[in-house]
């Protein structure tokens, strides 16, 4: 169909309308242009942050941790998992740390001697396991009426304490770390009442360190067992008594079922701190990224331990009580009262021919004596507000 109009109008027209064809195909290819280069742009920027990761090489490194809990254990099991987990991820997978459980790799008391000789670059356990090795280690997990977790990291932290344990592990080729925290455990689980310091004597308790030690001066006879022991230890009658952590785990190795009185409070252990040991030789061998990754890594597990059992304890404790029929006891404080007293004699021979403890120790109980001071007006202060009726 053809349109003729006057005055050269349609032709006007044509040539607009050809125009306008022209314009909007320009717009649409520049559009597509645009898109090209932002996909492009999007792409570039992806591979840059894959390169981030291996800033320093693509060298990999495939890591053994050995530890002192049975494999996947709910609470202490679970923090060198995590810990392995977080590396990973972190370093784009560039380390690679296998976890071994109790007995899978090494007896779970060994693990403090397979880490010093390399046999294995990372080790998960409680320092006081080692004090037949290295005395002042005591300190760095719990103190009979010592420092609660809060405290202890406080101390380890901002207090000079990790300087000290590290000095410390030093002549063992060791680094320490934190790396997780139970919080306030319970008393143990025991077969018969306890009313007086007298029940205590001719009782077989498993208890490590140094409230071991208290408990045997007590009259009491004491053995160290691992955790994956005790349950069978107890059936058998090889021990009257036991402390392990706290409900969450007492719950899961089925303590209830061979015990008659779970006691508290943990007088023992206020606060236990947990330790991720490493190689000093083979952590040297690491470039500076995954040395700083490794240190935030148990910074994070040692964290949320401490916040999962904070979470978990009381629900256990109930299911304990409620469902399991459990007679929960607070140990008298005449009892209470005579343990502090055979601690402070315990500590001062403890310490006495060992000038690192003795170095350890003093830093210890300055810091305890500021901070329980300053507690006394915060953190008691206020539970005792809350339980106002």
């Known amino acids: 169909m053809t349109l003729v109009k006057p005055n050269g109008l349609w032709l006007l027209t044509l040539n607009y309308n050809k125009y306008k064809r022209t314009y909007e195909m320009q717009k649409i290819f520049i559009l597509g242009i645009l898109f090209l280069i932002i996909s492009c742009s999007g792409g570039q920027e992806t591979s840059q942050e894959d390169e981030a990761c291996f800033s320093t090489g693509s060298k990999t490194y495939q890591w053994t941790m050995v530890t002192t809990w049975p494999k996947n254990f709910p609470g202490l099991g679970m923090g060198p998992e995590n810990f392995a987990k977080y590396v990973d991820e972190m370093t784009c997978g560039r380390m690679k740390i296998k976890v071994y459980g109790a007995g899978e790799f090494v007896p779970a008391l060994g693990v403090f001697d397979a880490v010093s000789q390399g046999n294995v670059q990372l080790g998960h356990g409680a320092s006081y396991y ?99 022991e005790i349950f069978l230890s107890l059936q058998q009658g090889v021990v009257d008594a036991a402390e392990w952590v706290g409900p969450y785990n007492d719950l899961t190795f089925g303590f209830h079922q061979v015990s008659d009185y779970y006691y508290y409070p943990g007088w023992h252990e206020p606060g236990s701190t947990l330790e991720i040991i490493i190689n000093k030789t083979a952590f040297e061998t690491l470039p500076d990224d995954l040395k700083a990754i490794i240190k935030y890594a148990a910074k994070s597990a040692n964290q949320e331990m401490l916040d999962e059992y904070t979470a978990r304890n009381n629900k256990a404790l109930t299911e304990l009580i409620e469902k399991h029929n459990v007679d929960l006891r607070k140990l008298p404080d005449s009892v209470l009262s005579e343990l502090k007293s055979i601690t402070d004699e315990v500590m001062q021979d403890f310490i006495a021919d060992d000038p690192m403890a003795q170095k350890v120790y003093k830093s210890y109980t300055e810091f305890k004596e500021e901070v329980v001071n300053y507690h006394r007006i915060s953190e008691k202060a206020y539970i005792d507000t809350r339980e106002i009726d």
């Open 130 to 228: 080692w004090t037949g090795k290295v005395k002042s280690s005591q300190f760095f997990t719990a103190v009979p009426f010592g420092l609660t977790a809060q405290e202890m990291n406080g101390w380890l932290h901002y207090g000079g304490g990790m300087e000290l344990w590290e000095e410390a592990y030093e002549p063992f080729n060791l680094i320490p770390l934190a790396g997780g925290n139970s919080g306030v455990q319970m008393a143990g689980w025991f077969k018969r009442e306890i009313n007086s310091l007298s029940d205590l004597k001719g009782l077989k308790m498993r208890i490590p360190g140094l409230a071991g030690e208290v408990f045997t001066r007590a009259g009491a006879e004491t053995v160290t067992l691992p955790g994956n």
